[in-house]
């Protein structure tokens, strides 16, 4: 069992950057693929970005390709995303997610085994 736990979310004005970490629990991080997906108001969550168990392999999709960078420092058992040029737009709830390998899938990439509870980001315009 992984537990999850994300903090770092606020309000933050458009164009500004905020960071969320991400800090696991109960098994060594390095042994899991991780993920951030959001869920905005009214809307399905969605994958946001992956990272593979080393770091050396990233996915984004592709409305935050550019803008967000994921990272992991497995020595702290820790997941980032650090999220630069916020739009109004990636207003959400945001999930940080392990996967059950080390590898992510991009064929399965909304389907991680752990979930975080989230952690709110707002952006006002």
């Known amino acids: 069992q992984v537990q999850l736990v994300e903090s770092g979310g606020g309000v933050v004005q458009a164009g500004g950057p905020l960071r969320l970490p991400c800090a696991a629990s109960?098994?060594?991080?390095?042994?899991?693929?991780m993920g951030w997906f959001r869920q905005a108001p009214g809307k399905e969550r969605e994958f946001v970005a992956a990272?593979?168990?080393?770091?050396?392999?990233?996915y984004y999709a592709d409305s935050v390709k550019g803008r967000f960078t994921i990272s992991r420092d497995n020595a702290k058992n820790t997941v980032y995303l650090q999220m630069n040029s916020l739009k109004p737009q990636d207003t959400a709830v945001y999930y940080c997610?392990?996967?059950?390998?080390?590898?992510?899938?991009?064929?399965?990439?909304?389907?991680?085994?752990?979930w975080g509870q989230g952690t709110q980001v707002t952006v006002s315009s």
């Open positions: 990272i593979n168990w080393s770091g050396g392999s990233t």
């Open positions: 997610a392990a996967y059950s390998s080390m590898w992510y899938d991009p064929s399965r990439i909304s389907a991680p085994r752990y």
């Open positions: 109960g098994r060594t991080l390095s042994n899991y693929a």
